[in-house]
Nanobody
Framework: EVKLVESGGNSVQAGGSLRLSCVAS????????LGWFRQAPGKEREGIAV??????????EAVRGRFTISQDARDNAGTTLYLQMDSLKPGDSGMYFC???????????????WGQGTQVTVSS
């Protein structure tokens, strides 16, 4: 069973940095793509960044150059996924989720496994 547990969310000032972590276990060959998604109040969940087993990545344009997705080497179907967030803006606020899925894409509907989320608040 795929299990995902996020941590690292906090409140920061605009221009600051945060690093989110997600401990992933139970990954399979089929569900090996990992991603970060966020949801602001009243808005739909959106894809931020995704990574595959070989380290290939995709980012949404709004965070390109400011956020970096990475992962530890995978071992026994597990790893720790990271999201380094720099130059944070108030618009980056929201609940951040990590998810596991089949494809290297940013569509939340393509990811069947989700963590509980960690809150990020950026104040101006």
């Amino acid at each position: 069973e795929v299990k995902l547990v996020e941590s690292g969310g906090n409140s920061v000032q605009a221009g600051g940095s945060l690093r989110l972590s997600c401990v992933a276990s139970g990954l399979t060959f089929s569900y090996s793509k990992l991603g970060w998604f966020r949801q602001a109040p009243g808005k739909e969940r959106e894809g931020i960044a995704v990574i595959d087993n070989d380290g290939r990545t995709r980012y949404t344009e709004a965070v390109r150059g400011r956020f970096t997705i990475s992962q530890d080497a995978r071992d026994n179907a597990g790893t720790t996924l990271y999201l380094q967030m720099d130059s944070l803006k108030p618009g980056d606020s929201g609940m951040y989720f990590c998810a596991a899925g089949r494809w290297l894409e940013l569509q939340p509907a393509s990811f069947p496994y989700w963590g509980q989320g960690t809150q990020v608040t950026v104040s101006s």
